[in-house]
Nanobody
Framework: QVQLVESGGGLVQPGGSLRLSCAAS????????IGWWRQAPGKEREGVAC????????YYRDSVKGRFTISRDNAKNTAYLQMSSLKPEDTAVYYC??????????????????WGQGTQVTVSS
């Protein structure tokens, strides 16, 4: 069974950090690029970051550049999103998803296939 499971979300104060994990089972993650997405209440899902299958290329939305870092450990079949200097506007459910296009369309959710169930990130004092 192909499955992605996110973890690491939680409640953090503004300026704090969290590391999200995306663990794959039932398939080999290194065949795919991985994207992190988020969706806040009442808003559309938006792409946060994407990493190529090899890990060589990464892409970020402007609002998280310099604060978030996407990475992967193919040996562990896991991808990560390190989030620092968190802001209240980062509050959302965060999802990881697989991509067969090496992040060429990292801003378009329709190009991503398998999705995890999401993990809640809340940034609040």
């Amino acid at each position: 069974q192909v499955q992605l499971v996110e973890s690491g979300g939680g409640l953090v104060q503004p300026g704090g950090s969290l590391r999200l994990s995306c663990a794959a089972s039932g398939f080999t993650l290194d065949s795919y690029a991985i994207g992190w997405w988020r969706q806040a209440p009442g808003k559309e899902r938006e792409g946060v970051a994407c990493i190529s299958s090899s890990g060589v290329s990464t892409y970020y939305r402007d609002s998280v550049k310099g604060r978030f870092t996407i990475s992967r450990d193919n040996a562990k079949n896991t991808a990560y999103l390190q989030m620092s200097s968190l802001k209240p506007e980062d509050t959302a459910v965060y999802y990881c998803a697989t991509d067969s296009h090496e992040c060429a369309f990292y801003y378009a959710p329709s190009y991503f296939s398998s999705w995890g169930q999401g993990t809640q990130v809340t940034v609040s004092s």
